[in-house]
């Protein structure tokens, strides 16, 4: 990144992209950036600025909106003080006396080529400034024509969409009180037919779990930018003297080999951070769609004993173990063991676990209770809502305010009692509704509440440093670095069908490293979907994450827990990997076919998955390229046969496979490629590399 930070004014982005060495003439790259004045238009050129402004002549979204009663609402900034440091980033300070505010910018650009970007206002003016927007912004070159973002609903979270970036504003905004099952993840602009291995591009997003927007804006003088910012509610921020409001950090990278190269910067990124999960991902068990509701200690206990047998690491408890929650309608916010089912409380079944060398883990939804709940019935006042009316009822269920002090106190206490009480090592921390007309005191609540819930998370963890959390919203509707900063993995769908999971992992991984994706194999037939599908496909889907089993074992026979023990055992031998190296994304040719994978740090191992998604239309499905190798190095390539391997569907299979493996140069997988076998639909084939 190149700023001009001469001048008054706010630095100008010069260049955003490439390293363009340390031996580059800056003065000669701001006069070939500088553009031309056109004919009937400003006078002056205007810059795309850290934080854009009208009185600087910018004519797209502006950085700053915001008024004292209508004054005041075009500040024009002049940089107080700077400090640079190459190349980690630095602090900017300007202000604007007659409009009584001073703003701080920071940048920090990571060692792995992410960039951070965010803002702080402060109100130094003597009455109250209403905050409207304070957005993140940051040029994008002209040949970014086209942008690619994802959404999606419940159980099919993360689905991409492309469109061309023409003049106008592609804007997509989050109202949920929550990030969103329809969430953007990462807006990328990019060189026209980017995909994963090729093309130059760029890409935002906003480390928040709140209310957000994220947009592409290509203005008429020529101009483009991505940007971002928590999105505010009328009167929702309003700074009294002396107060200031700080963004959500935006993420920004750049990479001219495709969305994997914007993987790869994050990830390395998240892997940097010095609480980033360390210990080998245990493999979980959580009896959510083994027993959902029906708690039972000696149905639990046999469970217990199926899942350690199997390789089991940690066994988690889902919902339904406190108050009067037998379904989803009453109960939430009660977090007392429920007598009625556990009469000696949780312990039995937790040193049943913990005897059996497995680590212990309990659902929990803090920010949440049902009106049917003691909780609810005691504190009325303790939920959001416009005075006079509750919110919409979603699974029958109201949001807690956490932002008053009380309420806050009450459930951090209750958790740490449980805490405190019980051999925890893992929390599923769940929110199970998106957040419709949030008040406190009349007035719009999603900032403060997502404060709250940061520093519910925050308080907790400082006070038990060994905790794993994890998130969960109905399934992946809080992915996002906020809600990662303080929380070790997320639950990326409420969705086990294999099928499904492919896609929802393979877009969840343009963001996150597997270690930070649970993965579960879930029952034959899916819950969500009814889909059935084969062990060997289930598990070579979820082996590509945080490895887990969401499901009645003992439904299992006997041939399958054996195979599902092999998997684990599997899991184990590659888990440092699959969470340690590149994550691999084939621009694979056939469409009803993915081709993914991990290429270890050094590039001496990998594992890839050739997936069969649907039957494909040619009668051979041609050769898979594996990108991401060494090109250089020798490869050895076998297949392993997961619990049973997948069904062929050819009268022979590729020379190679025949012959149970083959050895190429990396130069050769990565062009010629090898033919894959023809495979029914629904089954993956996964290959073990080492060089
Ligand atoms: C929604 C989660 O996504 C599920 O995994 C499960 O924990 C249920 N909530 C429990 O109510």
Redesign the pocket.
């Known amino acids: 990144m190149v700023l001009d930070t001469t001048g008054e004014r706010l630095a100008r982005v010069v260049h955003w992209g490439a390293d363009l060495g340390a031996d580059i003439d800056l003065d000669a790259l701001v006069s070939a950036t500088d553009p031309p004045l056109a004919r009937a238009t400003l006078d002056v050129r205007v810059p795309v600025s850290l934080v854009p402004e009208r009185a600087a002549g910018y004519r797209g979204r502006p950085g700053l909106s915001g008024s004292r009663e209508g004054l005041a609402w075009s500040p024009s900034l002049r940089v107080a003080s700077q400090e640079w440091a190459e190349p980690e980033g630095g602090v900017v300070m300007a202000e604007d006396p007659d409009a009584g505010l001073v703003l701080r910018s920071e940048l920090r650009l990571a060692p792995s080529g992410l960039l951070r970007v965010r803002h702080a206002l402060r109100n130094t003016g003597s009455d109250t400034y209403q905050l409207d927007e304070l957005a993140c912004l940051l040029p994008l070159p002209a040949v970014a024509g086209e942008l690619l973002d994802l959404t999606g609903r419940w159980c099919r979270e993360r689905s991409p969409q492309r469109r061309p970036l023409g003049q106008g504003v592609w804007r997509r905004e989050g109202r949920h009180g929550r990030t969103g099952h329809d969430a953007p993840l990462m807006l990328v602009a990019g060189t026209p037919g980017f995909g994963f291995r090729a093309g130059e591009v760029w890409g935002v997003h906003t480390g928040w779990s709140g209310n957000a927007a994220t947009w592409a804006e290509r203005l008429g003088d020529g101009t483009a930018v991505l940007g971002a910012s928590e999105l505010l509610e009328p009167g929702e921020v309003r700074l009294e003297p002396g107060q200031e409001y700080e963004t959500p950090w935006l993420y920004a990278t750049w990479s001219d080999r495709g969305m994997d190269g914007l993987s790869a910067a994050v990830h390395r990124w998240l892997r940097a951070r010095p609480g980033h999960p360390r210990r080998p991902r245990p493999v979980v068990l959580n009896s ?1 769609e083994a027993v959902y509701f029906d708690h039972r200690l000696e149905r639990l206990i046999e469970l217990a004993d199926a899942a350690a047998l199997l390789g089991v690491e940690r066994f988690v408890l ?2 339904g173990w406190f108050g009067s929650r037998r379904d ?1 309608t009453s109960g939430l916010g009660d977090w007392h063991v429920a007598e009625q089912v556990w009469p000696q409380g949780l312990e039995p079944l937790i040193d049943h676990v913990r005897g059996l060398g497995m680590e212990f883990g309990l ?1 929990v939804e803090p920010e949440m209770c049902n009106p049917d709940s003691d909780l609810y019935r005691a504190h009325p006042d303790w939920v959001l809502g416009v005075p006079g009316r509750l919110p919409p009822p979603w699974r029958h269920q109201q949001v807690l305010d956490l932002a008053n002090p009380d309420t806050f106190a009450h459930v951090r206490d209750r958790l740490a009692a449980l805490l405190d009480e019980y051999d925890i090592a893992f929390l ?1 921390w ?1 929110h ?1 509704r998106g957040l419709v007309e949030a008040a406190r005191a009349g007035r719009p609540a999603v900032h403060a509440q997502t404060l709250a819930a940061y520093g519910l998370l925050d308080e907790l963890r400082s006070r038990y440093p060994d905790l794993e959390i994890e998130s ?1 919203s ?2 992946g509707a809080r992915v996002d670095l906020g809600i990662l900063a303080r929380t070790d993995r997320v ?1 990326a769908s ?1 969705t086990n069908d294999a099928l499904e999971r492919q896609a929802i992992q393979r877009w969840t991984a343009l963001l996150l490293p597997p270690e930070l994706i649970g993965a579960h194999v879930g029952p034959s037939r899916a819950r969500t979907t009814g889909r059935t599908h084969d062990l060997s496909f289930r598990v070579a889907t979820a082996l590509f994450g945080h490895f887990g089993i969401e499901w009645d074992v003992m439904e299992g026979t006997a041939e399958e827990r054996a195979a599902l023990a092999d998997a684990i055992a599997f899991y184990k031998r590659v888990r440092g990997l699959l969470h340690s190296g590149e994550v691999v994304r084939g621009d694979h040719h056939d469409p009803a076919a993915f081709l993914h994978g991990v290429v270890a740090p050094e590039r001496d191992a990998a594992l890839f998955a050739y997936v069969q998604l649907a039957t494909s239309v040619a009668e051979t499905p041609g050769p898979a390229r594996l990108p991401g190798l060494d090109p250089e190095r020798r490869y050895r390539v076998e297949p392993v046969p997961l619990a049973g391997g997948p069904v062929p569907a050819q009268a022979e299979p590729p020379a190679w496979l025949a012959e149970g493996g083959v050895t190429l140069p990396g130069r050769a997988l990565a062009t010629t490629g090898l033919q894959m076998p023809v495979l029914q639909p629904e089954q993956a084939l996964i290959l073990h590399l080492n060089g």
């Open positions: 959510w889902d919902d989803d659902w599923k769940d199970n969960c109905s399934g639950w409420d």
